[in-house]
């Protein structure tokens, strides 16, 4: 099998880094064997444009059976908890549209400039397709991207007031958009690290996040390298 575990940054996937560094080989550069699995990881950078590229420039060279998508992420559906793990089993640009004179936004499926029927797209979102053979033993939630993460009551309300998303993040639409066209099977692994709120950097555990990110990663590779 080969797969393809790609990141915002480093530190997101560093245990499961350090991990694999004792228990598989390394091969080359961010490359490992472990069992049956030939484990590729890519560090994209943050934010729509810098994964974009990196997405792009990697599928236009190589092919995967599986790609996994991992990092943090901001809840805005209460009901989770600092420190879940979840799957985004659905995905959209939240900001990509228009503002209005008076404040209103209108996405770009809205305006017609996406059609939301268009694949990718299903009713303007992207959405992971279900597969028996993938390890998913997560709850499943829907996520939105963002170039701006809200940290403003009134903002925030504002988006929840158009969009259903339980999740956001800053690169997870742009993972599902390159993988649904390039056809590759793609799972989108998130751990909550704060809620999305008044921005209160102090009420965030992002090294629980990441422990408990991590310790899903290892499970899951371990899973996959013996298939």
């Given amino acids: 099998m080969q797969l393809l575990i790609a990141s915002a940054t480093g530190f997101e996937i560093a245990p499961l880094e350090e991990w694999l560094q004792i228990h598989a080989i390394r091969t080359d550069n961010y490359r490992y064997q472990l069992g049956s699995a030939r484990i590729d990881l890519l560090i994209t950078g943050v ?3 810098l994964s974009a590229y990196s997405f792009g420039k990697l599928f236009a060279r190589q092919s995967y059976d599986l790609c996994i998508q991992a990092g943090i992420a901001g809840a805005f559906d209460r009901s989770l908890e600092i420190g879940d793990v979840l799957q985004v089993t659905s995905e959209s640009f939240g900001d990509l549209g228009i503002e209005e004179a008076d404040g209103h936004f209108i996405s770009a499926v809205e305006l017609g400039l996406i059609d939301a029927q268009q694949p990718p797209f ?5 959405l992971s397709p279900a597969d028996g053979d993938l390890p998913v033993f997560l709850r499943q939630v829907s996520a939105t991207t963002v170039n701006k993460v809200h940290g403003q009551t009134k903002s925030i309300a504002a988006f929840q007031s158009r969009s259903d998303a339980q999740l956001e993040s800053m690169e997870g639409a742009c993972f599902a958009y390159a993988c649904l066209m390039e056809q590759l099977p793609f799972l989108q692994i998130r751990s909550i690290s704060n809620y999305v709120e008044s921005r209160n950097r102090e009420a965030w555990d992002i090294s629980l996040a990441i422990q408990n990110l991590n310790n899903v990663l290892k ?5 996959l390298a013996t298939q």
């Fill in 122 to 126: 299903t009713n303007g979102r992207l």
């Fill in 47 to 49: 934010g729509i444009p």
């Fill in 219 to 223: 499970d899951m590779v371990q899973v």
